[in-house]
């Protein structure tokens, strides 16, 4: 029982080491491999990359606050949210593996950029994606974890709805 305990913590730990360590490398990189005026196109210009430091949260959001609030909503709060997640995956030793792993992508996430911010004031952004009808904003890895990992907890709620729905129609009493 007690190894079993093990193995999970020394996964979870493991795997978000892993994110972060990918979100940190890449950032790295691009810190120190681009200026602010380079910029790299693929697939004929749809995917660029390009460095951008970003002040703010999620499309800049809050880049213009100032002072404590500034700190508060941009540090503050994702570090709470972020062990908050932490003590969830710890906590509760039942949760679904893709759930799992999902809160631990969302968590590493938080953890590269609450990092950048602190470390260097502001998160480097990187990728941005331009196919006409679907573009994104300027993004990093620690990005697509969180979305990867917010992606994987809808997908289990989403599957894991569906039966009880039909459980609940075979057990409704039928019409005659």
Known sequence: MKSSRLIRTLLILLVLALNIGCDQLSKSFI??????????TYLHQHIRI??????GAFLSLGDSLSGPMKTILLNVLPLLAVLFGLYYIFAKADLN???LV???????????NIYDRVVHGSVTDFMHID?????TGVFNVAD???MAGTFMILLH????KKPE??????DSPGEN
Do not use: P, Q
Not at 50 to 55: D, M, S
Not at 102 to 112: L, N
Not at 157 to 160: T, V
């Open 102 to 112: 999902g809160i631990i992508f969302i968590v590493g996430g938080g953890i590269g």
């Open 157 to 160: 709620a989403w599957f894991k």
């Open 97 to 99: 593996r893709l759930t």
């Open 31 to 40: 810190r120190h491999n681009l200026d602010e005026y380079s910029e790299y």
């Open 131 to 135: 196919f006409g009808i679907f573009e």
């Open 50 to 55: 390009r460095r951008a430091e970003n002040t």
């Open 144 to 146: 697509m974890s969180i």
């Open 165 to 170: 729905e039909e459980e609940l129609k075979t």
